[in-house]
C-alpha cells in the first residue's frame, strides 16, 4: 500500500459511524484515523484530486461542517487523527472539512474528511478581509480564513484563489499542507 490510497474507504460526503464496518473490510475503523486518500475533484470540477485524510470526531459534540476549519486532539498519538472541534488558536495547525459535506451534521465519534490538497471551500472571518489573489492563508481563533496575510510561525493553511475583501464569505483555498510551511 502506498502512503496515498486512490480506494476510499467511504464516499467524500459521507461519515463512517462509530460502530459500522469499512468498506475495506480488512482495517479496523480506527486503523483509518490519519490516513490520506485521494479522490477526483466533485465540489469544484477542476479535474484535480483533492487529498483527503480520515479523522475521528472526539470533540464530545456533533459538529456541522459549514466551511470551516477543525484543529486536532493534543492527547499523546491522537494529533491529525482526532479532532477537538474548530480551531480556536488563530494560526494554530488546522486543516478544513472536506467541502463535499456542506453543512452536514458530524455526530460525535464519527469519522469523516478533512482536506490536507486540493481545492476546498473555507468561510473568511467576520470582522475584516483584505487578501490579495493567490495569498497565504491561515485560520483565524473560529476556524475561518484570517483576513489578512499570516505572521511569522503561523501554519500556513495554503493560497486562496481570488482576491477577496467580503466578510464571512466562502472563498476557494488551494490547500497544500502536505508541504509545510509558515507565515513571514
Not at 493553511?157 to 472563498?171: E, F, H, N, P
Request: with cysteine; aromatic share 8%; charged share 20%.
Amino acid at each position: 500500500m502506498s502512503a496515498y490510497e486512490r480506494l476510499l474507504p467511504f464516499p467524500r460526503g459521507e461519515t463512517l459511524e462509530e460502530g459500522n464496518t469499512n468498506l475495506l473490510g480488512a482495517l479496523s475503523n480506527d486503523q483509518l484515523l490519519g490516513k490520506v486518500f485521494r479522490a477526483p475533484d466533485t465540489v469544484h470540477g477542476t479535474g484535480q484530486d483533492v487529498w483527503v485524510m480520515a479523522v475521528k470526531n472526539d470533540s464530545g459534540a456533533a459538529i456541522t461542517a459549514a466551511h470551516r476549519c477543525v484543529e486536532f486532539d493534543t492527547t499523546a498519538l491522537d494529533f491529525m487523527r482526532k479532532v477537538s472541534g474548530f480551531c480556536d488558536t488563530a494560526g494554530w495547525v488546522s486543516l478544513p472539512i472536506d467541502d463535499a459535506y456542506d453543512g452536514d451534521s458530524l455526530e460525535d465519534h464519527c469519522i469523516f474528511y478533512v482536506v490536507v490538497k486540493g481545492p476546498c471551500y473555507v468561510k473568511t472571518e467576520a470582522t475584516s478581509v483584505s487578501l490579495g489573489a493567490h495569498a497565504q492563508v491561515t485560520v483565524d481563533g473560529s476556524g475561518y480564513v484570517e483576513g489578512a496575510a499570516p505572521g511569522a510561525g503561523n501554519f500556513v493553511l495554503g493560497r486562496i484563489d481570488a482576491a477577496c475583501t467580503a466578510t464571512s464569505t466562502d472563498v476557494v483555498v488551494h490547500v497544500d499542507t502536505l508541504v509545510g510551511g509558515e507565515g513571514a
